[in-house]
């Protein structure tokens, strides 16, 4: 596989993890560089090592992992958008002692919604017989860059918008998980 094509499956990979950075730096105020390390790091780590399980798992699971993996998707990203709708209508007092996106359960939870199409490219590859550790080196790295990108862009306009770029990243993230469902769906 050339170099070209996998930047750009690294891409399209990558724009879910894009999208729901974005959505994470509008939530974070103030954004900081832990957090910015925290959230691309562990959207890459788990961008990179998906294909790579996937790649392992082969052809014998792909049927039975892939009737699920949209849904699992849809449910983990519905739910973290939701909960960002009911924080931007909460209090101040409440606001203050939202939980962290980029900690604990949130973060693992994100990291597998977004990561889970990365499975069915690393089954793909192995179908191909392609090596799998330059793709998700690739793949991971991509991943991190773009989620800090989204990030930045994210908290900027916050700082514009305020919280009315919450509720928006919170509809995002539902639309996301629906587009992931449908499009499984139509297949």
């Not at 089954?123 to 998700?136: E, Y």
């Not at 690739?138 to 700082?159: D, E, F, N, P």
Request: proline content about 3%.
């Amino acid at each position: 596989m050339d170099l070209l094509t996998l930047i750009g499956i690294a891409l399209a990979l990558a724009m879910d993890a894009f999208a729901v950075a974005l959505a994470a730096g509008v939530q974070l105020n103030p954004l900081t560089g832990r957090q910015l390390f925290r959230l691309s790091f562990h959207f890459g780590l788990f961008q990179g090592i998906m294909p790579i399980i996937g790649w392992l798992a082969g052809l014998g699971l792909r049927d039975l992992i892939a009737a699920f993996a949209p849904w699992v998707a849809f449910v983990l990203l519905t739910f973290v958008g939701c909960k960002m709708i009911y924080e931007a209508f909460s209090d101040a007092d409440t606001r203050s002692e939202r939980q962290d996106p980029t900690r604990g359960m949130t973060l693992v939870l994100l990291s597998i919604a977004t990561s889970i199409d990365a499975l069915a490219v690393g089954f793909s590859l192995s179908l191909l017989g392609i090596s799998i550790w330059t793709p998700a080196v690739i793949i991971g790295v991509v991943a991190a860059i773009l989620t800090v990108t989204g990030m930045l862009i994210g908290r900027t306009i916050a700082s514009i918008w305020g919280s009315r770029v919450e509720i928006i990243g919170g509809i995002v993230l539902v639309g996301i998980g629906l587009k992931i469902l449908f499009q499984h769906a139509q297949m």
